[in-house]
Structures are given as structure tokens and as C-alpha cells.
């Protein structure tokens, strides 16, 4: 079926069809639901070259990803939120574009999608405090969408982000309900918005029972196995260890467990461990009941959401910057327990004689 022959079954011009499949916003909302409800149930398919003749764009969202080895959206969780933004384009006509750029190169690659035309806008991924890329890309005219925040921008700009401040205060509250006191934070890298929100989340915690966070226990590395279980081990051989721990992300908790577990101790039982982020595609949180107790926030559902804001502000682009938090939930799982009292812990098997 072609555009003539929907807009005949529909009774109406193919000029009107064309503006309600394409998001013209002169065209009413309950015309433009008839029509795209004909359009699925006739299961048409517009020509991509005749749409983006038709609109002037480029129907393709931009994703800038630097390869520096400290990135903290360069891991699996990435991959889950581009899976999630690749539906909602799928499902509005909209291609991906993904340009993966030296660091010192990401200004020039927004510079030239802007400049080809290539994408109708962009997410922002990783944002640092007072993200450069912000002014960037409101000074060249992309309409962009930030996943997460950049505190201290001055420019209005959209994003769409976790609340973790509160997410981690709440994980450390319920580890203090635990009755632990020696608590660990295995944070990601500090220059990253959601990292510091998440430090700020603990120490707020702590300090609103009176107590001071331990330098000795706090990190902040790359999310990765190997950093998790490099910090873990460092402070599990400390004279006072923590006896739990609140890890920035399930990949960073499985180095943890297996630095606990090298120890002779037992998650859950000696040691608490609390992730975040442990709602993934390809690395599920055990199957009925949940392994870690964890911050759990979809990471796909916010690539789903983050590229609808993105679509909306291309289709009505006068409009004002969209914001939307996201809470994360809290899940029990098997990997905390209460705090053990001192003389109960047990040796650690490599220290027995």
C-alpha cells in the first residue's frame, strides 16, 4: 500500500497523512492516532527517501561515543540503553547513528553531524559536572537530549537521569538499619554527575546517624571486575575491615564477591554487598530470587524514554527543555545480612594455622 491509497481508505488528503506520519504538529491528535493506527493495521511502510525529502530530516539519532579507556558508558549497561533507544527509533522510522571518536576528536564529531545533516539530534551520554558538551551543542543548534545530568550548567538543556543521590542514600540506610557501621563505598569515576549524586547519597546517610565516612573505605575507579575486586581486597586486608559494601554497579559487585570470597567469607553472612544497576538483558540478578540486594533502575526502560523525550523535542523543537527523574527500587536479595558482631567474625581462611 502506498501513501495515496491509506490516505484514500482513510478519507483524507495525502498531504494530511503525510504531516500525521511524520509529527507535523499542526495536524490534531486524534487525527493523527486514526492515522497511525491505519497505518499498522495496513502495515504500511513509508519510503524513507520520500520522508526525508518530504520533512528535511535525516530521520537518524546520533550517539558520540569517545574511546577513552575512562568511560564509564563504554561497559554492557551501555549496550542495554542503546538496545532500549534502538526500539523506540525502530518504531517511529528513525535510524542510529553511532560515531565512535577519538576523546579529543567528540567536538568535531558533533560539529559535522550538525554541519552533514546526518542526525535530527543527539543523547548525551556520561555527562561530566558542567559537561562542555552542553554549551556545544546548544550553541550549534542540535537538539539533544542528556542521559543523566551535568550539575553547574548554566545553559537549560534536557536530560533524563536515575535519582541517585537517593538511591544510595537509601541502599546505606538499610545498611545501618543492619546494624553495620564499617561501610564501604566502591563508587565509579567522581567526575561523573552520577557518581558524585551517589557519594553524596552515603555520606548524607551516614552523617544523619552521626557518623563520619572512613577514607580508608571509600574508592573511585572505573566500574569494572577488576577495579571492584582491586579496592574490595585492598580493604578487606585493612587492621578494622568494612563489613559491608555499596558498589556502584553489578559488575564492579562481582569483583567484590570474589574478593570476599578469596578471603574465606561469606556474602550475606560476614560481608553485605548492595549493587546498583542490576536490571540487565545479559546479566540477570539470579532468576526467582535475587543474588545481590540491589538499586535496581532499568537501564533499557531509560534508553526507551530518554529517546521518546529526544523524538518529541525534534517534532515540537520550540519547546521548552523536558526533564524527567527516574526513582530506583530497592531489592532484597541474599547478599545482606546484619552486621556481625566483632568477636564473631571469623577468620580469614588464608590466616588460619
Do not use: C
Not at 561530566?128 to 543523566?148: C, K, N, Q, T, Y
Not at 537517593?166 to 557518581?195: K, P, Q, S, V, Y
Not at 575486586?229 to 578494622?240: D, F, I, R, S
Amino acid at each position: 500500500m502506498n501513501l495515496k491509497e491509506l490516505a484514500h481508505q482513510l478519507g483524507l488528503s495525502p498531504t494530511t497523512v503525510s504531516r500525521a506520519l511524520n509529527g507535523y504538529p499542526e495536524v490534531n491528535e486524534a487525527t493523527r492516532e486514526r492515522v497511525m493506527a491505519a497505518a499498522k493495521r495496513f502495515n504500511y511502510r513509508p519510503n524513507s527517501r520520500a520522508q526525508r525529502l518530504a520533512t528535511g530530516r535525516a530521520l537518524a539519532i546520533g550517539h558520540v561515543i569517545p574511546i577513552a579507556s575512562k568511560h564509564e558508558m563504554v561497559n554492557p549497561v551501555f549496550a542495554d540503553f542503546i538496545a532500549g533507544a534502538g526500539e523506540t527509533y525502530s518504531r517511529n522510522g528513525y535510524d542510529m547513528v553511532l560515531s565512535v571518536v577519538p576523546d579529543n576528536e567528540e567536538e568535531a564529531a558533533y560539529r559535522e553531524l550538525k554541519a552533514r545533516g546526518s542526525v535530527d539530534g543527539v543523547i548525551v551520554h556520561g555527562p561530566r559536572m558542567d559537561d562542555p558538551r552542553v554549551r556545544l551543542l546548544a550553541e550549534i543548534g542540535l537538539p539533544f537530549v542528556v542521559h543523566g545530568r551535568a550539575s553547574g550548567s548554566q545553559t537549560p538543556y534536557s536530560w533524563l537521569d536515575v535519582n541517585n543521590r537517593r538511591a544510595f542514600r537509601r541502599a546505606t540506610d538499610f545498611l545501618l538499619d543492619l546494624g553495620h557501621r564499617r561501610i564501604a563505598l566502591i563508587n565509579g569515576l567522581e567526575f561523573m554527575d552520577f557518581a558524585m549524586r551517589r557519594r553524596i547519597g552515603f555520606t548524607e546517610a551516614l552523617e544523619a546517624r552521626g557518623l563520619t565516612p572512613a577514607p580508608e573505605l571509600l574508592s573511585s575507579a572505573e566500574m569494572t571486575e577488576g577495579r571492584g575486586h582491586a579496592m574490595a581486597a585492598g580493604m578487606l586486608a585493612l587492621p578494622e575491615p568494612p563489613t559491608a559494601f555499596l558498589v556502584a554497579s553489578m559488575i564492579s559487585g562481582m569483583g567484590v564477591r570474589r574478593a570476599v570470597e578469596e578471603r574465606g567469607l561469606r556474602i550475606g553472612r560476614d560481608v553485605s554487598i548492595i549493587i546498583h544497576d542490576d536490571d540487565l538483558s545479559y546479566m540477570k540478578n539470579g532468576e526467582d530470587v535475587p543474588i545481590y540486594t540491589a538499586t535496581r533502575s532499568s537501564v533499557r526502560e531509560a534508553g526507551r524514554q530518554a529517546a521518546e523525550m529526544l523524538l518529541s523535542i525534534i517534532a515540537e523543537p520550540s519547546g521548552e527543555p523536558q526533564t524527567r527523574l527516574l526513582e530506583a527500587d530497592l531489592i532484597i536479595g541474599q547478599s545482606t545480612g546484619p552486621a556481625p558482631a566483632a568477636s564473631a567474625r571469623p577468620v580469614p581462611a588464608h590466616a588460619r594455622t
